[in-house]
């Protein structure tokens, strides 16, 4: 009988401690979540007003900083395509220009040939016993030419008209009645132009118009 009263005393005893031990770790809990709680009583989260809840004077600030806003992105959108198609214009610019000039090099090794193929048919034209031979000559230049224009190459117009410094280079003026003054008599070398650029000037001479008169003496 003795045993078995002291083993209740045991298990109510087991029992408070159990209960001891359940009460000092809510404490425990409480201690821990008792800052968080401080800290959320002094920094509360902002509230988000839904629209049913906003003034007429907040619903028109509202839509005045949207427009604002839509604008700038719009302004911003408008600029940078304005500039990117800048870009893709410049670059197409600089493949024309690139394939319109690639062979200019080559075209000026070409010309002193055209030269040499004008001096020839010159002299030819002097000659009466070679018509055959200026035939040659002239069909040969103007296949040549031909195959030159087809890359844009175009002779400098220079005889008859005024002297222009952009595309003529005077070698000399001379006294010449039968053209105005400023124009060119004599074309000594052609020039050329690869589309629409001067490769070569032409080589002019200049008239300086009627011959001064001397005063008469009496």
Same mark, same amino acid.
């Given at each position: 009988m003795?045993?078995?009263?002291?083993?209740?005393?045991?298990? $109510?005893?087991?029992?408070?401690?159990?209960? $001891?031990?359940?009460?000092e770790?809510?404490?425990?809990?409480?201690?821990?979540?008792e800052?968080?709680?401080?800290?959320?009583?002094?920094?509360?989260?902002?509230?988000?007003?839904?629209?049913?809840?906003?003034?007429?004077? *907040?619903?028109?600030?509202?839509?005045?900083?949207?427009?604002?806003?839509? *604008?700038? =992105?719009?302004?911003?959108?408008?600029?940078?395509?304005?500039?990117?198609? =800048?870009?893709?214009?410049?670059?197409?610019k600089?493949?024309?220009?690139?394939?319109?000039?690639?062979?200019?090099?080559?075209?000026?090794?070409?010309l002193?040939?055209?030269?040499?193929?004008?001096?020839?048919?010159?002299?030819?034209? =002097? @000659?009466?016993?070679?018509?055959?031979?200026l035939?040659?000559? *002239?069909?040969?230049?103007?296949?040549?030419?031909?195959?030159?224009?087809?890359?844009?190459?175009?002779?400098?117009?220079?005889?008859?008209?005024?002297? @222009?410094?952009?595309?003529?280079?005077?070698?000399? $003026?001379?006294? @010449?009645?039968?053209?105005?003054?400023?124009?060119?008599?004599?074309?000594?070398?052609?020039?050329?132009?690869? =589309?629409?650029?001067?490769?070569?000037?032409?080589?002019?001479?200049?008239?300086?118009?009627?011959?001064?008169?001397?005063?008469?003496?009496?």
């Open positions: 003795a045993r078995i009263e002291v083993k209740g005393v045991e298990d $109510q005893q087991k029992a408070e401690g159990f209960e $001891q031990v359940g009460k770790k809510e404490k425990a809990e409480d201690l821990t979540q800052p968080e709680k401080k800290a959320k009583e002094k920094s509360p989260e902002k509230v988000v007003k839904k629209a049913e809840e906003m003034t007429k004077q *907040e619903l028109l600030k509202k839509l005045t900083d949207s427009q604002e806003e839509a *604008e700038k =992105n719009y302004d911003l959108y408008t600029r940078t395509y304005a500039e990117m198609e =800048n870009i893709k214009k410049r670059g197409i600089e493949r024309e220009e690139l394939a319109k000039y690639a062979n200019e090099s080559l075209i000026k090794e070409i002193p040939v055209l030269d040499n193929l004008d001096k020839a048919i010159s002299h030819a034209q =002097n @000659d009466e016993n070679s018509p055959a031979l035939e040659g000559l *002239e069909l040969t230049r103007d296949g040549l030419m031909k195959v030159l224009q087809k890359a844009g190459l175009n002779e400098v117009g220079a005889l008859g008209k005024p002297f @222009d410094p952009s595309f003529h280079e005077s070698v000399s $003026q001379q006294i @010449d009645d039968t053209v105005a003054p400023g124009h060119v008599i004599m074309e000594l070398q052609k020039g050329y132009l690869l =589309n629409g650029r001067l490769v070569r000037p032409s080589m002019v001479v200049i008239s300086r118009g009627q011959a001064p008169k001397e005063e008469e003496t009496i």
